[in-house]
T-cell receptor
């Protein structure tokens, strides 16, 4: 399966700042990547689908102006949390889609907003 | 009613036990079925992937799919403390198309603890 990395693995920031999270597909050309967030003891919540070279598709209730997604190449997608607030603190995970079937996940990024 | 139902547990078993994890689903369009293992503070790791009814075995893990009952299972034989994790079932349709392309629908996850 695809190998996916995320950077940073953990970030702490002050309220009001913006944070960028990178997701890289190391051995697979990913036309589609997905961004999830996960709260403690809960399942994954899909935020958006990122397609290389086009605008991301956001799930209902996810603010696209707050969570900016850029998928400029087949190996890199970025999620920027703009003007982060404490309620944005969460575990953010990206995944690479391998077609209609499965996804391979990155190790996740833990965001803490003070 | 959720599209995918999974008992969140927690489930606690002794080392060496056989573990059975289950999910039911309501959407008959689901054709691809996956089990992921997620350790605390890590991303999910793909364990098993199936696309037809029946059993699929990989080492100590067996995935079972019963499409007629809309029921999937994951069996872990000779469970080990290292199997302690959250197990997520996931599935998607044969073809979703449009904005649903490639999306997975997840169960809630079952927290498993295997104690020595």
């Amino acid at each position: 399966g695809a190998v996916v990395s995320q950077h940073p693995s953990r970030v702490i920031c002050k309220s009001g700042t913006s944070v960028k999270i990178e997701c890289r597909s190391l051995d697979f050309q990913a036309t589609t990547m997905f961004w999830y967030r996960q709260f403690p003891k809960q399942s994954l919540m899909l935020m958006a689908t990122s397609n290389e070279g086009s605008k991301a598709t956001y799930e209902q209730g996810v603010e696209k102006d707050k969570f900016l997604i850029n998928h400029a190449s087949l190996t890199l997608s970025t999620l920027t949390v703009t003007s982060a607030h404490p309620e944005d603190s969460s575990f953010y995970i990206c995944s690479v889609g391998s077609g209609t079937d499965t996804q391979y996940f990155g190790p996740g990024t833990r965001l803490t907003v003070l | 009613q959720k599209e995918v139902e999974q008992d969140p547990g927690p489930l606690s078993v002794p080392e060496g036990a056989i573990v059975s994890l289950n999910c039911t689903y309501s959407n008959s369009a689901f054709q691809y079925f996956m089990w992921y293992r997620q350790y605390s503070r890590k991303g999910p790791e793909l364990l098993m992937y199936t696309y037809s009814s029946g059993n699929k075995e990989d080492g100590r893990f067996t995935a079972q799919v019963d499409k007629s009952s809309k029921y999937i299972s994951l069996f872990i034989r000779d469970s080990q403390p290292s199997d302690s994790a959250t197990y997520l079932c996931a599935m998607n349709p044969w073809w979703a198309g449009g904005t649903s392309y490639g999306k997975l629908t997840f169960g809630q996850g079952t927290i498993l603890t295997v104690h020595p």
